[in-house]
């Protein structure tokens, strides 16, 4: 990924820089012949287009083929006598000689609930010395259908075919209709379409066609003047050298060399400084398509007095900024404006408008929470433009009139890099797998449909994750991770307890909690299941797979530790506990496997902020005491213990930043656990008077 990434990147820079001035005919597929095209000289010229052609044409002859073979239908024909037998065995007790008549008809009544009513008729009227003749006709019939070929793509048509023609000899009309009710729901198929036996008789008729051989005279024609020419004659004219120009490769090498040093200045950044973009092939080819298309934006109009300056160049840098980062985008409006320059003569003036410009807008832009940052990073850029074109004019570069078009244009390129940048940015980071903060913004809502749900059907894990979001968010702002995606990944990340809410203490309001009832293993195989069912839901939702990432991540493997201890207690008490070797050894047997999530492990550092938030909220709520120094130590156990546990190492947060981390934890659970001055009962009831006058 990383290699197309780069390939991308150099193919358009080289792209735009190539200037050609094509000499010689210089034909193209799919385009009219100007005049006639003929043969330079006589050829045998071998053409895989037609030979493709002829082999796609013989391919299609082939008939469809089925898997069947004789023993596999012999096979089915034993199985489905067998089912027959069992079928007909309440029949044969009907029939037995023991049997009354009342009784039987009673019998013949009920049994093959499935059989039509005519064959009923006939059925109960039957002489019982009749009925070992129809049923072993039955079985014959069965058995001798079922060993024919019978596709599963003309069952019906078969099926009726095969009667009539396996109907044995010596029965009336109403036993042979009899026979056939109770033999054909059992004649099924035995073949079935095989798209690999097929495809291999397709295969081997394509290869028996030889290689197409054009052949032309000198002279001769190969497209007339007026017909298009198609690919199988872009073979001929290419063998003939006729579709090839001749360039002049003093511009373009310059356009060429310029490309590669640039494409080596964005990479070497991206490694040096961003290593976990260079690590996503996914984020180098945006950053590739980004700034292929600014290029292309650039050069296309190059050597025009005015359009240049309609380029809205600034989409590039605000599009950057919104899906990665604000460097990210000034680097890219750098290098635009390097080529912009460039491409214009070398003009200052342009450069430094593509580049103020940009910069301009990916300083209003932020990151396009709301859509009023679009419009002032909008406004931004035309003002910014605005005075780029002022002091050029001021140096003599441009009179009054010439000022007021480039104004014009600058106002135009503002309002259309807004646009751009608004409608695109969504689009490319669902293409790119980007959650953009609009995005969040709208997830964090609490009118989604899940945080509805989660409120209505399981209003304690609604209000843990409340909890664990108000937690993660300072985290991660200390630490320089993303607050926002932190704080709505909290929301969404235990959403798989809709699948089964009363399982969680949170949401058992009764007292009752159904594990008492359980073994531990049963718990902890029923409490694992809701991040399998939230990733289900989340996909079903059409959440952000980013998003989605977070329901595995913020368990990692952890261990489920208190039914695992309670699992290790029981398997210890048959032994005299804990205490003894017998019963330590009975505990150390419990498979720790069975107890731990699946995973995987946090793999970035807002996934870290939230695993490690989601045990302190719960550990922290069961806390007796909640004092500053009963949170602390609390903080300290869970970091110490993911730490410890190995959660933590799939990601780049380092002991500086679970530092801070803790601390953010510490701070944040204090100033929601403080304690609240006790108002004498006078008191409350004044402020209660005042509430709900609305007056305090």
């Known amino acids: 990924m990383l290699l197309s990434a780069f390939f991308l990147i150099l193919v358009f820079a080289a792209g735009v820089a190539v200037d050609l001035a094509p000499s010689g005919p210089g034909y193209t597929a799919n385009s009219i012949a100007q005049t006639a095209i003929k043969a330079p000289r006589a050829a045998e010229i071998p053409n895989p287009v037609r030979t493709q052609q002829a082999k796609d044409a013989a391919a299609a002859t ?10 596999r239908a012999s096979s089915k024909a034993d199985l489905q006598a067998a089912e027959l037998g069992l079928d007909l065995l309440p029949i044969d007790d009907a029939f037995s000689a023991t049997k009354a008549p009342e009784a039987r008809q009673v019998e013949l009544q009920s049994a093959l609930p499935t059989l039509p009513a005519d064959a009923r008729v006939t059925l109960k009227a039957l002489d019982p010395l009749r009925w070992p003749i129809v049923k072993q006709a039955a079985q014959t019939l069965l058995v001798a259908a079922e060993r024919q070929q019978i596709n599963d793509t003309a069952l019906a048509s078969r099926r009726a075919e095969l009667i009539a023609q396996y109907m044995p000899t010596g029965l009336s009309t109403a036993e042979q209709g009899l026979v056939a009710a109770l033999a054909s729901p059992l004649i099924v198929a035995n073949s079935s379409f095989s798209a690999t036996l097929t495809k291999q008789a397709q295969d081997a008729k394509a290869a028996s066609v030889p290689t197409v051989q054009d052949s032309f005279q000198a002279g001769q024609v190969i497209v007339d003047q007026g017909h298009s020419i198609g690919p199988a004659e872009m073979v001929d004219i290419s063998f003939f050298g006729l579709d090839a120009t001749r360039v002049d490769w003093g511009r373009p090498a310059a356009w060429m060399l310029l490309g590669i040093a640039i494409c080596a200045v964005l990479l070497g950044w991206l490694w040096r400084f961003r290593p976990d973009y260079w690590n996503r092939g996914q984020t180098l080819v945006l950053i590739g398509l980004i700034f292929a298309v600014a290029v292309l934006a650039v050069k296309l109009p190059a050597g025009r007095a ?17 899906l990665l980062d604000a460097s990210a985008g000034m680097v890219m409006v750098a290098l635009v404006a390097i080529v912009a320059g460039t491409a214009t003569g070398s003009s200052l ?3 430094s408008y593509v580049f103020l410009g940009g910069f301009a807008g990916l300083l209003a832009v932020r990151k396009g929470e709301r859509l009023n940052y679009f419009v002032q990073a909008g406004m931004a850029i035309a003002a910014t433009d605005v005075v780029v074109v002022a002091v050029f004019t001021l140096l003599g570069q441009h009179d009054v009139a010439g000022m007021l ?20 940015f969504a689009l490319l980071g669902n293409l790119f797998g980007i959650l953009t903060g609009s995005q969040l913004m ?17 209003p304690g894990t609604y209000h843990h994750s409340l909890m664990v979001g108000n937690l993660a968010e300072p985290a991660a702002t200390a630490i320089g991770a993303d607050p926002l995606l932190t704080r709505v990944a909290a929301y969404y990340h235990d959403i798989g307890k ?12 009764n007292g009752e909690n159904i594990h008492d009832e359980l073994s531990p293993e049963d718990s902890a195989a029923i409490l694992r299941e809701h991040v399998a069912a939230g990733i289900d839901l989340a996909y079903r939702a059409k959440l952000p797979k980013p998003l989605i990432a977070f329901i595995p991540q913020h368990h990692g493997t952890a261990l489920l530790s208190y039914f695992y201890a309670k699992a290790r207690v029981e398997a210890a008490a048959p032994f005299g506990g804990l205490d003894t070797v017998a019963g330590a050894a009975a505990a150390d047997a419990v498979d720790q496997r069975r107890f731990r999530h699946s995973g995987p492990k946090p793999q970035t550092r807002e996934a870290a902020v939230l695993m490690l938030a989601d045990g302190v909220e719960a550990s922290v709520r069961s806390l007796s005491s909640r004092d500053e120094a009963s949170i602390k130590a609390m903080v300290s ?30 701070g944040q659970l204090i100033g929601m656990y403080h304690q609240r001055i006790a108002y004498p009962q006078n008191k409350i009831v004044e402020l209660e008077t005042r509430r709900d006058r609305g007056l305090g």
């Open 62 to 71: 082939v008939v469809a083929v089925y898997d069947y073979s004789a023993d």
């Open 306 to 322: 005015t359009l240049p300056y309609l380029i809205p160049t600034a989409a590039a840098g605000m599009l950057l900024t919104v």
């Open 349 to 351: 003036e342009l450069a």
């Open 405 to 424: 078009q480039l104004w014009g244009a600058a106002l135009g390129a503002a309002a259309i890099a807004t646009v751009v940048t608004i409608g695109s």
């Open 442 to 458: 709208e997830l964090a809502n609490p009118s989604q449909p899940l945080l509805r749900r989660l409120l209505t059907e399981t």
């Open 498 to 509: 809709l699948a089964n809410p009363l399982v969680f203490i949170e949401n058992q309001s």
């Open 637 to 666: 156990q869970i970091v110490q213990e993911r730490l410890g546990d190995g959660q933590l190492n799939e990601c780049d947060i380092t002991i500086r930043d679970l530092e801070r981390v803790r601390e953010a934890f510490v």
